[in-house]
């Protein structure tokens, strides 16, 4: 079975704080592709990143990191310095063998208050 | 850039209405998705498409149907429109050549059944 859990519904930070957003996923395929989406309040899903199964780099991108763990089934979103425009919904997404079929996690809402 | 559109942001019907919610995808994209979402839910698939005239069921498929006619479009049917397909709805597509595509999202429409 496919499944992705994000744990924390809604998050609050004041600007400039650190947060880490959490993703576990389960699968039982080989190869999979794990994604992060970000939806701004006006609604449209944009994609962030992507990561491979067989690649356990982590990323930085400007105040962006992802760290994927594949022991623990983890591939968590970490925002440096928050700020206003970082507040929206996040969803993680994995993708399996099937690679027509996104499985996406409930999405955390983060509110970054100036 | 690639684009998809909705034919509506916003909608309001009547129960018992037939309602159409369209997609169109610039992108020459294989792959066609609706998702429903929800609070606290997530993207519920319904249904997806990787060809034309060609559907698949998602999670959620009772009281929708689908209809791909040509590559670029994807239209959503909702037969006799219930208050409880009051909802977002978002439009998707990927490529299908590769495992590693990420979805592209359409802004949404957001339905109300009185």
């Known amino acids: 079975a496919q499944k992705v859990t994000q744990a924390q519904t809604e998050i609050s930070v004041v600007e400039k704080e650190d947060v880490t957003l959490d993703c576990v996923y389960e699968t039982r395929d080989t190869t999979y592709y794990l994604f992060w989406y970000k939806q701004p309040p006006s609604g449209e899903l944009v994609f962030l990143i992507r990561r491979n199964s067989f690649d356990e780099q982590n990323e930085i991108s400007g105040r962006y990191s992802w760290n994927f763990q594949k022991s623990t089934s983890s591939f968590n979103f970490t925002i440096t310095a928050s700020q206003v425009v970082d507040s929206a919904v996040y969803f993680c997404a994995l993708k399996g063998n099937n690679f027509n079929k996104f499985y996406f996690g409930s999405g955390t809402k983060l509110n970054v208050k100036p | 850039d690639v684009k998809v559109t909705q034919s509506s942001r916003y909608l309001v019907k009547r129960t018992g209405e037939k309602v159409f919610l369209e997609c169109v995808q610039d992108?020459?994209?294989?792959?066609m998705f609706w998702y429903r979402q929800d609070p606290g839910l997530g993207l519920r698939l319904i249904y997806f498409?990787?060809?034309?005239?060609?559907?698949e069921k998602g999670d959620i498929p009772e009281g929708y149907s689908v209809s791909r006619e040509k590559k670029e479009r994807f239209s959503l049917i909702l037969e006799s429109a219930s208050t409880n397909q009051t909802s977002m709805y978002l439009c998707a597509s990927s490529s299908g050549l590769a495992a590693y595509y990420e979805q592209y999202f359409g802004p949404g429409t957001r339905l109300t059944v009185t």
């Open positions: 992108m020459d994209h294989e792959n």
């Open positions: 498409s990787y060809d034309v005239k060609m559907k």
